[in-house]
Antibody, heavy 118, light 107 residues
Framework: QVQLQESGPGLVKPSQTLSLTCNVSGGSITSGGYFWTWIRQPPGKGLEWVGYIHFTGITYYNPSLKSRLNILLDMSENQFSLKLSSVTAADTGVYYC??????????WGQGTLVTVSP | DIQMTQSPSSLSASVGDRVTITCRASQGIRNNLAWLQQKPGRAPKSLIYAASTLHSGVPSRISGSGSGTDFTLTITNLQPEDFATYYCQQYDLYPLTFGGGTKVEIK
């Protein structure tokens, strides 16, 4: 059974880069047909899809974040990561990693709260 | 982007009640719709995909219907563990988009 776990700093200063890693266990990140995905949720608000990466290296980013976003894959560690540059308070929230099978998102990681603050 | 509009944004109900949540897409999405349940402090959990197919382990008192632009999530015989926030999510086109959520509270 595939499980995902996010990790990374809980506090990032404005204008810096937010970096998170998602460790995948119970299955290989190179399994075909899956997109490895980031989704975020500002405090008390709804869900926003951030972007995905396929093991072939294909990425697709939310157009609203595209200029600041990079999602990378580390097959040797069975992990993928998110880097979001030039962060502001609007980037504060819980960041979830998840597996996407043609748009069906399951399972999800437990989420990690990232606060952007001086 | 495809906009997903859920209603109501919140509702109060009692154990044993039947509740219905609606979700409307800004354009046709065929049956490429999922329903998610989220409890406070927890990650969302997938309930339904393809508008009406239950994920493994989801109780049969939960059901989904619809196609095109209009969809419904129905919970019959509401149980204490059903009090949560529910989101619809379209996956017909990227970027994936979500409804604003419906919070089901105890009356």
């Amino acid at each position: 059974q595939v499980q995902l776990q996010e990790s990374g700093p809980g506090l990032v200063k404005p204008s810096q880069t937010l970096s998170l890693t998602c460790n995948v266990s119970g299955g290989s990140i190179t399994s075909g047909g899956y997109f490895w995905t980031w989704i975020r949720q500002p405090p008390g608000k709804g869900l926003e899809w951030v972007g995905y990466i396929h093991f072939t290296g294909i990425t697709y980013y939310n157009p609203s974040l595209k200029s600041r976003l990079n999602i990378l894959l580390d097959m040797s560690e069975n992990q993928f990561s998110l880097k979001l540059s030039s962060v502001t308070a609007a980037d504060t929230g819980v960041y979830y990693c998840a597996r996407d099978a043609s748009g069906r998102v399951d399972p999800w990681g437990q989420g990690t709260l990232v606060t952007v603050s001086p | 982007d495809i906009q997903m509009t859920q209603s109501p944004s919140s509702l109060s109900a009692s154990v044993g009640d039947r509740v219905t949540i609606t979700c409307r897409a800004s354009q046709g999405i065929r049956n490429n719709l999922a329903w998610l349940q989220q409890k406070p402090g927890r990650a969302p959990k997938s309930l339904i995909y393809a508008a009406s197919t239950l994920h493994s382990g989801v109780p049969s008192r939960i059901s989904g219907s619809g196609s095109g632009t209009d969809f419904t999530l129905t919970i019959t015989n509401l149980q204490p563990e059903d009090f949560a926030t529910y989101y619809c999510q379209q996956y017909d086109l990227y970027p994936l988009t979500f409804g604003g959520g419906t919070k089901v509270e105890i009356k």
